[in-house]
């Protein structure tokens, strides 16, 4: 019996000794269970008054608890009751279905199910029985085109953002959480991501400009020139929404909430394995891949593209556009006149390309050729070899 009193005495001193802990309603703490009897889960919240906390809430799928006494969780404070301190994990199921007012004061995440599809939005069931209406732009960070598919017959976490009518008028917000826990895994990722370090992530969005990836909780652009080494006219014929993709970080701006990734950098650099075939004056057959006013680019291996200028395209014909004498796609024999591998440039020219220094030099030679011909042939020839060497000389003019 003395043993018992003392332990009694002990308890209680202990209880006596901890500061007295006032909380307001919705705020959030870090709670141990130090008890379950039945329906009540309690909890040492730091404070004199004991926690306590409804064990529906913590149930698996099997109707099993998923908690032992030890374990740390965080909880939300709703309020103050005979000396008990009434904590949850989220409302809106089981006894804490009550509490929805509670909820909206304290900020206090709930949990409801996407009902059904309406104007504007979506019916959200809170607590089995109590209607909510969550807009379209307020059920997740990004619009999406078949919402109905995505979110219907689904259990979500909301916020409660309006309470009015003693609950008959209720307007909840997903986004509003999922930007909440955002802004913490974005406080996060700014102590660990670095310029320059290869991450992995999931591509969120395909735009014509680029692609949304996210990396743990916060989105960066891949811009389309980043994609890929080979000239990338459309995304989607590479990617896909939901793919997992390594990228590099080439640049963080916090305070502009920008971050810029590259798909390019993790993959192989092919000018390495093509710098040896580049060498001025060889000869290479290429796929003609872009044709623009002022000259057409060549694909000579995927991801090395190399320019011929149009003066050097129409065989000695001036022309207004690549297009009067190519089409894309077509295979072109080329010769390789200047590579910068520092820039990743090549010029090139068609194989059978002449430059008219060279065309005027090989006329030079013909003429030579044909004038000592005419002396060495009989005068009969006279007049047909006078008009030939006026015609080569009237063409040099």
Not at 150 to 168: A, D, I, P
Not at 344 to 371: C, G, M, W
């Amino acid at each position: 019996m003395s043993q018992d009193t003392d332990s009694f005495a002990a308890l209680f001193q202990e209880i006596e000794s901890k500061p007295i802990r006032r909380l307001t309603p919705g705020q959030k703490i870090t709670a141990t269970i130090v008890g379950i009897s039945g329906e009540s889960i309690f909890l040492d919240t730091g404070g004199k008054s004991e926690g306590i906390l409804y064990s529906s809430e913590l149930l698996d799928e099997n109707n099993e608890l998923k908690a032992a006494e030890g374990d740390k969780i965080d909880v939300y404070f709703l309020k103050a009751s005979r000396g008990e301190q009434l904590f949850t994990t989220t409302l809106g199921s089981g006894k804490n279905a009550a509490h929805l007012e509670e909820a909206f004061r304290g900020a206090i995440p709930v949990e409801g199910l996407v009902k059904e599809e309406i104007k504007g939005g979506f019916e959200i069931t809170l607590g089995g029985s109590v209607r909510a209406f969550c807009p379209y732009s307020q059920m997740g960070l990004r619009r999406l085109e078949d919402a109905g598919a995505e979110y219907l017959n689904r259990h979500m976490t909301f916020l409660v953002t309006k309470f009015e009518e003693n609950g008959r008028n209720i307007v909840v917000s997903a986004r509003a959480l999922l930007e909440a826990e955002r802004e913490e895994r974005r406080a996060a990722l700014q102590e660990t991501l670095q310029e320059g370090q290869t991450v992995s992530g999931t591509i969120t969005s395909i735009r014509d400009f680029g692609a949304f990836v996210d990396i743990g909780g916060v989105d960066g652009l891949v811009p389309i020139s980043e994609i890929g080494w080979s000239r990338v006219e459309n995304i989607n014929d590479y990617y896909a929404v939901g793919q997992e993709v390594s990228v590099v970080i080439k640049k963080l701006d916090w305070d502009a909430d920008r971050i810029s990734l590259s798909i390019k950098e993790t993959l192989a650099d092919p000018w390495e394995k093509a710098a040896a075939k580049l060498t001025v004056g060889s000869i290479l057959s290429g796929t003609v891949v872009r044709l623009t006013p002022f000259g057409a680019f060549v694909t000579l291996e995927p991801g090395v593209d190399g320019l011929v200028h149009i003066s050097k395209l129409g065989k000695g014909r001036r022309i207004n556009h690549p297009r009067e004498v190519l089409e894309e796609g077509q295979e072109l024999e080329v010769q390789v006149e200047n590579v910068d591998l520092a820039e990743k440039r090549i010029s090139l020219a068609p194989s059978d390309y002449v430059s008219p220094e060279e065309d005027q030099n090989k006329e030079q030679e013909l003429l030579k050729t044909f004038k000592k011909d005419t002396k060495e042939q009989p005068t009969s020839f006279g007049t047909l070899g006078d008009l030939l060497q006026a015609k080569l000389s009237e063409k040099s003019k």
